[in-house]
């Protein structure tokens, strides 16, 4: 399918526990973004990409781990689940830089118990 | 750092009444400002973005914005409400670097 898929779409985990959340995009943009979305919140950034092999903090990365060893894909993992990492996860991703259109995956909601 | 504000988090409007979506900013720099609309259960899409090559701003489903400098906002505004226009809206604003900085959004409510 074209354009950007994220799975699973929805995870239910314990604490404690490692999971990992995909993203996978198939125009070959170059910029990636993970974003957690959170009543009160809106949308905070955890990581992006610029590039692949290129990652960078956003304005939450703590608990949070990424890879981007190949364009079109982007995991995201958390190392070890905690409750406050229940939230609804989107990836996008970018033609050429953040202050470009991001096209958005569909999301997943992830809830930790 | 860049801010966004979006002013109320809900906004009710009648269905064939203007809506009107209130974002301010802050940059000292000139910016590149978006609106993003969220419909339930779905990713965000582009509604419509400001580069400086004009003020006001058309982007899609009847929607538009207009950039004003002096007031440092970026209003969203649709002459006519309808039903389908419910959802989420955000603001967006980016300035030099390569991340943008969403606002908390305004949910939208259409009374029939």
């Known amino acids: 399918d074209a354009g950007i898929t994220q799975s699973p779409r929805y995870k239910i985990t314990e604490t404690g526990r490692q999971v990992t959340l995909m993203c996978h995009q198939t125009w070959s943009h170059s910029y990636m973004f993970w974003y957690r979305q959170d009543l009160g919140h809106g949308l905070r950034l955890i990581y992006y990409?610029?590039?692949?092999?290129?990652?960078d903090k956003g304005e939450v990365p703590d608990g949070y781990v990424v890879s981007r060893s190949k364009t079109e894909n982007f995991p995201l993992t958390l190392e070890s689940a905690t409750r406050s990492q229940t939230s609804v996860y989107f990836c996008a991703s970018a033609v050429t830089s953040g202050r470009d259109e991001q096209f958005f995956g569909p999301g997943t909601r992830l809830t930790v118990l | 750092a860049q801010s966004v504000t979006q002013l109320g988090s809900h906004v009710s409007v009648s269905e064939g009444a203007l809506v009107l979506l209130r974002c301010n900013y802050s940059s000292s720099v000139p910016p590149y400002l978006f609106w993003y609309v969220q419909y339930p259960n779905q990713g965000l899409q582009l509604l419509l973005k400001y580069t400086s090559a004009a003020t006001l701003v058309k982007g899609i489903n009847g929607f538009e914005a207009e950039f004003k400098k002096s007031e440092t906002s970026f209003h969203l505004t649709k002459p006519s409400a309808h039903m389908s226009d419910a959802a989420e809206y955000f603001c967006a604003v980016s300035d030099l670097d390569d991340k943008i900085i969403f606002g908390k959004g305004t949910r939208l409510h259409i009374l029939p």
């Open positions: 990409s610029a590039a692949a092999d290129i990652t």
